[in-house]
Nanobody, 121 residues
Framework: QLQASGGGLVQAGGSLRLSCTAS????????MGWFRQAPGKEREFVAA????????YYTDSVKGRSTISRDNVKNTVYLQMNSLKPEDTAVYYC????????????????WGQGTLVTVSS
C-alpha cells in the first residue's frame, strides 16, 4: 500500500528527498507522515501533513531542516531533508492516518516499507 524510496548514503550537511507512493484508497482523504527508527532505538515520529489544508508538524530535531509535502494527484508524500546529520541515520517509513495530529501522536492506520538513510560524518 505504501512504498517509500529515496534513501541512500549522504555526507553530513547533504540533502535527500524521500518519496512515498500510496494507493488511492490509502492516500485519499488521509493525513500522511514519516517516522524513523535508528539502530537500537525506538521508532519516532518525524513529520506529518494533513489531507487538505496542508497543516504540518515536525519533531523538534528536524524542524527547520526538513519539509514535508504531498501531491494529491500523484498520491505521493515527500520529505525533503537538508543539512543532514549523522543522528538522522535511520530507516524512514511513511504512514497514513486519520489526521496529522494523530500521526504526531504515533498512531497510524497504514504503514509501508522503509527506506534507509545513512549520513556519514
Amino acid at each position: 500500500q505504501l512504498q517509500a524510496s529515496g534513501g541512500g548514503l549522504v555526507q553530513a550537511g547533504g540533502s535527500l528527498r524521500l518519496s512515498c507512493t500510496a494507493s488511492e484508497r490509502t492516500f485519499s482523504s488521509n493525513a500522511m507522515g514519516w517516522f524513523r527508527q535508528a539502530p537500537g532505538k525506538e521508532r519516532e515520529f518525524v513529520a506529518a501533513i494533513s489531507w487538505s489544508v496542508g497543516v504540518t508538524y515536525y519533531t523538534d530535531s528536524v524542524k527547520g531542516r526538513s519539509t514535508i509535502s504531498r501531491d494529491n494527484v500523484k498520491n505521493t508524500v515527500y520529505l525533503q531533508m537538508n543539512s543532514l546529520k549523522p543522528e538522522d541515520t535511520a530507516v524512514y517509513y511513511c504512514a497514513g492516518g486519520s489526521s496529522a495530529v494523530v500521526l504526531r501522536g504515533g498512531k497510524f492506520g497504514s504503514w509501508g516499507q522503509g527506506t534507509l538513510v545513512t549520513v556519514s560524518s
